[in-house]
């Protein structure tokens, strides 16, 4: 600033008061050239170099560095040449005898030169793009790597997210599922990069091979899909800010919620809260020109797309049904034959043609065994040896009348108790475990022990009637048998106890 106002003075004394330069340069303490600069521009030229400087060991080797550099760029990132390592290769392959600093600076220079430029770009209303995230979160006490989805429209900077597991093809699907909702509709087109869950294979003339899933997804809500360039996430700079944004402002300090779901509605919570933001170079909140957006798009389907992946296989021997490297158990009269597997987000349905046969809570361990003990209930009955070790059972928390009233059967019955134990526990097939615990406990009540009578217990609490056991239909039933009291019989008891 001092310079600017003494550049000022020294030409207003030259100019317009008639004072002479060299007086002016004896006044002010400059130099006579500097006033000659001074009267000569109207400010401040600035520092101009005339020419580039000479770099005489340099010049013969900048060709090299220069293809160096190019071929760098068809390398991976992580793979590159460092400016180090370029001087050493001239210094040993190239005899080159500078040192460190020409080549640095050049290099500097060189890739600044090769940095892309960008157009900027409008965002016409009712389009949108799509990408995943990732984010450290705890559910229900254990923290996870969470994958979280984000469909943002670039026109109100409107955007969706929700939060799953891990970023499979279900997650692509139920995302759509659930922003389509969200919004009210369906956007003209969407911007992906080229995940594999959703691209199959990039042919040669850069058309792409859509998956067998998202080909579905795309056929029941009729949307454009359009792509970025492999590696080039810039060209879908919306939704990368967006990604961002989220994790930054949505997910700091470490979420912790009871459930997937929980975390969901947050999330879905905090979007509908931004919508409210006046972004930077706009006088419109997100929610008044997402109102634009949404006169465009595309009315939702009478039902959403069913976001499952889809696969089919076959019941190995231990009735066991392999999915994402998990098995997850089918009933045992199921097995050797082909199934198909539907896995959702959070759930594996498993089914034999028309008929859905097993429903199990989805795992995202590795080598996990999911079992539900009642899909082995009849092989055990036919293999009552094998109860005590069959890992299907291992960890079936039962309520403790059960405990008991197998105690009681095999104190009774030995090894058909067992058998009959199990008859008792297959009734979890078609009756629920409440129902089933209730009608145990009347029967311990009544000391009625046996598979009939806790079944027609079972049928009458269901029924909402009263019970009616005959016991001359049960004839392997104890009897209680009383006595009339008598006089003798009360000596003999006197007797056995003096004695």
């Known amino acids: 600033m001092k310079q600017l106002e003494l550049y000022g003075r020294v030409r207003y004394a030259v100019i317009i008061q008639g004072m002479s330069r060299r007086k002016a340069a004896r006044m002010f ?38 293809q160096i550099l190019e071929d760098d760029t068809k390398r991976l990132k992580k793979q590159r040449h460092t400016s180090k390592r370029i001087f050493e290769r001239l210094r040993d392959e190239y005899g080159f005898a500078g040192g460190i600093t020409i080549v640095k600076d050049y290099i500097f220079t060189a890739r600044q030169r090769q940095r892309e430029m960008f157009v900027p770009l409008s965002h ?11 984010a450290d979160v705890i559910i229900a006490g254990i923290q996870y790597r969470a994958h979280y989805f984000v469909l943002t429209l670039p026109h109100s900077d409107a955007c969706f997210v929700a939060a799953y597991p891990a970023a499979t093809t279900e997650a692509w699907l139920d995302g759509h599922n659930k922003a389509f909702t969200f919004f009210g509709g369906v956007p003209l087109s969407i911007l992906y990069d080229n995940d594999k869950c959703l691209v199959a294979r990039i042919l040669p003339d850069g058309t792409r091979q859509r998956t067998r899933a998202f080909s579905g997804l795309q056929s029941h809500y009729l949307f454009e899909d359009r792509y970025g360039r492999p590696g080039k996430g810039n060209d879908k700079g919306n939704v990368e800010g967006i990604v961002g944004f989220a994790r930054r402002n949505f ?31 706009h006088r419109e909140s997100i929610g ?24 089919a296989t076959r019941v190995s021997s231990l009735s066991l049904v392999r ?36 429903r199990h809570p989805r795992s995202y361990d590795r080598e996990d065994l999911i079992f539900n003990p009642i899909h082995y209930l009849p092989l055990l009955e036919q293999k009552i040896g094998a109860l005590d070790q069959a890992a299907p059972l ?3 928390d039962l309520p403790d009348v059960f405990t008991t ?37 009347d029967a311990l009540h009544l000391s009625a022990i046996s598979f009939d009578a806790i079944k027609h217990l079972l049928l009458c609490r269901i029924e909402r009637r009263p019970p009616k056991l005959d016991l001359d239909i049960y004839p392997y039933l104890p009897r209680a048998r009383v006595a009339t009291t008598s006089a003798a019989s009360y000596m003999n008891l006197l007797t056995s106890g003096a004695s």
């Open 29 to 66: 303490g400059i130099d006579r050239r500097t006033v000659d600069k001074m009267v000569a521009f109207p400010e401040p030229p600035g520092y101009r170099r005339k020419k580039a400087p000479a770099r005489p060991k340099l010049d013969p080797y900048t060709g090299i560095i220069d």
């Open 124 to 134: 016409p209303a009712g389009h949108a793009q799509a990408d995943f995230g990732e």
């Open 251 to 281: 997910m700091v300090p470490l979420p912790r919620f009871a459930s997937w779901d929980a975390f969901n509605a947050h999330l879905e919570e905090q979007c509908r809260k931004r919508q409210r933001d006046v972004l930077r170079g």
């Open 288 to 311: 008044e020109r997402l109102v634009r957006d949404q006169e465009v798009l595309a009315d939702l389907p009478p039902v959403l797309f069913d976001a499952c992946d889809r696969q």
């Open 323 to 358: 999915y994402r490297n998990n098995d997850y158990s089918v009933p045992v009269a199921f097995g050797h034959q082909e199934v198909w597997i539907r896995g959702y987000v959070h759930e594996v349905i498993i089914g034999c043609g028309s008929e859905k046969i097993a």
């Open 394 to 396: 291992v960890g079936w």
């Open 405 to 441: 009233l197998r105690r009681l059967l095999e104190a009774r019955m030995g090894k058909s108790g067992k058998r009959e134990y199990v008859q008792v526990l297959r009734l979890l097939e078609t009756f629920e475990l409440n129902d089933l615990h209730g009608a145990i406990r």
